[in-house]
C-alpha cells in the first residue's frame, strides 16, 4: 500500500502562484508514475500532469502547459505541481495519484487539496 498526502492548497489572486506537494509513504518503490488530478464543482475529475518515477518524463493537459511544472524529489518520495500564471480556471480540488504499472488506472489518490484563483 502507498498513502499519500497534499499540501500546499490555498487561495490566490489571478496571475498568482502556487506550489502543491505530494507526499508518498508505505510500498513507495513499486511506483511507476505519478500525477495531479483535479475536479472543479459541478464538473468531472481530470488530468492535470504526470511524472514517471524513475526516468522523470513528464505530461501535460493542454490546459496548463507552460503554465505548470511537475517535478518530483526522489530522495523525499514527493511529487510537485508549481502552479504559475493562475487563472480563476484553474480552480478545484487538487488531487495526487499513483500507480504502479504503465497502465491507465492509478491505484492510490490522496484526499485532495483545494485551490481558489480569486479574480
Known amino acids: 500500500q502507498v498513502q499519500l498526502v ?8 489571478t496571475g498568482g502562484s502556487l506550489r502543491l506537494s505530494c507526499a508518498a509513504s508505505g510500498r513507495t518503490f513499486s511506483l511507476y508514475a505519478m500525477a495531479w488530478f483535479r475536479q472543479a464543482p459541478g464538473k468531472v475529475r481530470e488530468f492535470v500532469a504526470i511524472i514517471t518515477w524513475s526516468a522523470g518524463n ?44 504503465d497502465y491507465a488506472e492509478y491505484d492510490y489518490w490522496g484526499q485532495g487539496t483545494q485551490v481558489t484563483v480569486s479574480s
Open 58 to 101: 513528464t505530461d501535460y493537459a493542454d490546459s496548463v502547459k507552460g503554465r505548470f511544472t511537475i517535478s518530483r524529489d526522489y530522495a523525499r518520495n514527493s511529487v510537485y505541481l508549481q502552479m504559475n500564471s493562475l487563472i480563476p480556471e484553474d480552480t478545484a480540488v487538487y488531487f495526487c495519484a499513483a500507480r504502479e504499472g
Open 6 to 13: 497534499e499540501s500546499g492548497g490555498g487561495l490566490v489572486q
